[in-house]
């Protein structure tokens, strides 16, 4: 399958280039401007200390719409938001949200090495091994499943 030409700049200026990946990039995608972040300390400040000042963008909203819904994600910064994300931050707090995405980390790695690897040569349905994953990592994070008893087909 061909990558695209992002992929491809990607993988010949830092890859084999062996160059350091830039805090921030912009690329022009036709009249839109693209940034892209790649160190976490601009989104955290962003979207923890900063996040009260911006809306977030409508046309990220409509497109992860059908995944995720009306969720507090993009929802107006408004009394009703501010409320919601007083009683997540409870329960997402930072150091908790570290441990949860290394649990992300292995569960991800584990199912790639143990399902898409050993496929080898063989099409992968990759709506239901999405699926699957999804699921893996809820059951993980929320509810303390370990790779072993999860026996998703």
């Not at 969720?71 to 997402?92: E, G, P």
């Not at 908790?96 to 399902?115: A, S």
Request: aromatic share 8%; charged share 30%.
């Amino acid at each position: 399958m061909k990558s695209s030409i992002i992929n491809e700049f990607v993988e010949d200026t830092y890859v084999k280039g062996k160059k350091d990946v830039p805090p921030i990039v912009g690329l022009v995608l036709g009249s839109k401007v693209a940034l892209i972040v790649n160190r976490p300390e601009p989104c955290e400040e962003l979207f923890l200390t900063k996040n009260k000042y911006f809306d977030k963008h409508p046309n990220s909203a409509e497109f992860l719409k059908r995944m995720i819904g009306n969720s507090i994600l993009f929802a107006k910064s408004d009394m009703h938001w501010q409320q919601k994300r007083k009683t997540l931050s409870a329960a997402l707090y930072k150091e908790k949200l570290r441990v949860m995405v290394d649990m992300m980390k292995d569960v991800t790695i584990h199912m790639i090495r143990e399902r898409w690897m050993k496929a080898e040569k063989q099409n992968i349905d990759i709506v239901k091994e999405s699926s699957n994953l999804f699921i893996k990592i809820t059951l993980t994070c929320l509810f303390g499943a370990t790779k072993e008893d999860i026996m998703v087909p």
